[in-house]
């Protein structure tokens, strides 16, 4: 069975960082290039960040300079490194594989605020 579980969320003030974790059950993240995506309110899934099997990161023009991502091969985890956080970060963020096909995860809510 499937699983996309999203921690590390919360409330930071503009310029704030903070850490994501995806841990995943079901499935090898090895095998699969692996993403976060985020959803802002009345907004489709919108793709940020995307680490392929051997390691090469992508991200999308807004996040880059500010955003790292990471696998845990041993953990079966991927992670977000969030610094420099602006307001318009403010969204739900999801994991899933890069072509978004797994069932989405509850995600994690990110809020950037002063």
């Known amino acids: 069975q499937v699983q996309l579980v999203e921690s590390g969320g919360g409330l930071v003030q503009p310029g704030g960082s903070l850490r994501l974790s995806c841990a995943v059950s079901?499935?090898?993240?090895?095998?699969?290039?692996m993403a976060w995506f985020r959803q802002a309110p009345g907004n489709k899934h919108e793709w940020v960040s995307s680490?392929?099997?051997?390691?090469?990161?992508m991200y999308q023009d807004s996040v880059k300079g500010r955003f790292s991502i990471s696998r845990d091969n041993t953990k079966n985890s991927v992670y977000l490194q969030m610094n420099s956080l602006k307001p318009e970060d403010t969204a739900v963020y999801y994991c899933?594989?890069?072509?978004?096909?797994?069932?989405w995860g509850q995600g994690t809510q990110v809020t950037v605020s002063s």
């Open positions: 899933n594989t890069r072509w978004a096909d797994k069932n």
């Open positions: 079901g499935f090898e993240v090895s095998i699969y290039g």
């Open positions: 680490i392929t099997i051997d390691g090469t990161t």
